[in-house]
């Protein structure tokens, strides 16, 4: 028999539902909440021996405290196999569960696995990690699938548990996550790509074995007629933020963005603002702020009335690394902003 730790947010566990989203981090004995599922699926073949839960808010306001503690719960408990959810289509607990298991696979290489509905936000991170100890289990949308969901967990945590290789993901059923491994086959490269050319020029299934992103097109806007009627704001994806960084953005895979109110400045003052981005030399703009908010040169257009006004406050998220689909999801969340705020035009500024 081996021993497993199953890591839940505080609905799962419980405690309750969004009035208990501040739940700091705490530990069951045993199984508890969705836990208690999970244990009756393994049958003898394991045993939960600690349950381990926090809120969804707590984690992410309290995100390097909650690692800390999960990550010394789990050490004095040395499991063969870390479980964590399922979170289904829960954004806020996918993320958590994704950022644990990456951090517990890190740190003591102990084998994790999660579980959550296909267009979790989460899923793009899991796989940006390429972790080939952390498996990503697809489930239902809702709860409600939570028996199948723990019905898939269960045998596959069994197979992790008894040490058992685990095989491709299109064979396995796990989430692929990018990780390509040598392979001996019969046929050469030249003959399976020659097959797939043929079956796609006869409109025959095929499966690609090196498969690409597609990306949206987006249709431009239309131009702005009249610029001296309109309201603009910044959107920065520099990483400027107010000194320091009380949101705690992440300098690599960002994951949020914010506003911050510029309403009375006509300009940025350096030591009030710091940069929080990977990939690029800070200092110039921690220097001059104005290279990631041009504030002197807008306040300029405004005051010639080459623009009605700026927009009191500008956004900004560290882009570094970002995923493309969290990416996606914050630009449609501050262009709903932008809409809402009756903004006519935006000033994008890039690194």
């Known amino acids: 028999m081996f021993t497993v730790v199953h890591i839940l947010n505080q609905f799962f566990a419980g405690l309750g539902g969004e009035?208990?989203?501040d739940t700091p981090v705490g530990v069951l004995e045993g199984a508890a909440g969705a836990a208690r599922g999970l244990q009756a699926q393994l049958g003898n073949q394991a045993k939960v021996v600690a349950t381990i839960f926090f809120g969804d808010n707590y984690f992410h306001e309290h995100v390097e405290e909650v690692k800390d503690a999960v990550a010394r719960e789990v050490r004095s408990r040395r499991p063969q196999v870390v479980v964590a959810g399922p979170a289904f289509s829960s954004g806020r607990y996918g993320v958590a569960c994704v950022e644990i298991c990456q951090l517990l696979a890190g740190t003591f290489d102990t084998t994790c696995v999660t579980a959550m509905h296909p267009e979790n936000a989460a899923v793009p991170i899991y796989k940006a990690y390429h972790n080939p100890k952390v498996f990503l289990l697809p489930t239902a949308e809702?709860?409600?699938?939570m028996t199948e969901a723990l019905k898939a967990v269960a045998p596959?945590?069994?197979r992790l548990g008894r040490g058992e290789e685990i095989g491709r993901a299109s064979q396995e059923g796990y989430?692929?996550?990018g990780i390509r491994r040598p392979e001996k086959v019969d046929r050469r490269g030249s003959a399976r790509a020659i097959e797939m050319i043929l079956k796609k020029l006869r409109g025959e299934p095929f499966i690609t074995e090196l498969p690409m992103e597609v990306w949206d097109q987006v249709t431009p806007a239309p131009p702005i007629s009249d610029l001296s009627s309109a309201t603009i704001a910044i959107v920065t994806t520099s990483g400027v933020v107010p000194w320091g960084n009380p949101d705690g953005f992440k300098i690599f895979r960002n994951a949020q963005w914010r506003k911050y109110n510029i309403t009375e400045l006509k300009a940025m003052e350096p030591g009030r603002?710091?940069?929080v981005h990977?990939?690029?030399n800070t200092s110039f703009i921690n220097g001059n702020p104005h290279y990631g908010v041009p504030l002197d040169a807008v306040r300029a257009l405004e005051a010639k009335k080459v623009i009605r006004r700026l927009y009191h406050s500008f956004y900004v998220v560290p882009g570094s690394q970002g995923i493309p689909s969290v990416m996606q999801r914050i630009g449609q969340e501050i262009a709903t902003d932008l809409s809402s705020e009756r903004v006519d035009g935006v000033l994008l500024v890039s690194t």
């Open 273 to 275: 603002w710091e940069v």
């Open 19 to 21: 009035e208990k989203a």
């Open 156 to 158: 596959f945590v069994s």
């Open 278 to 280: 990977g990939g690029y």
């Open 175 to 177: 989430i692929a996550r």
């Open 142 to 145: 809702t709860a409600a699938g």
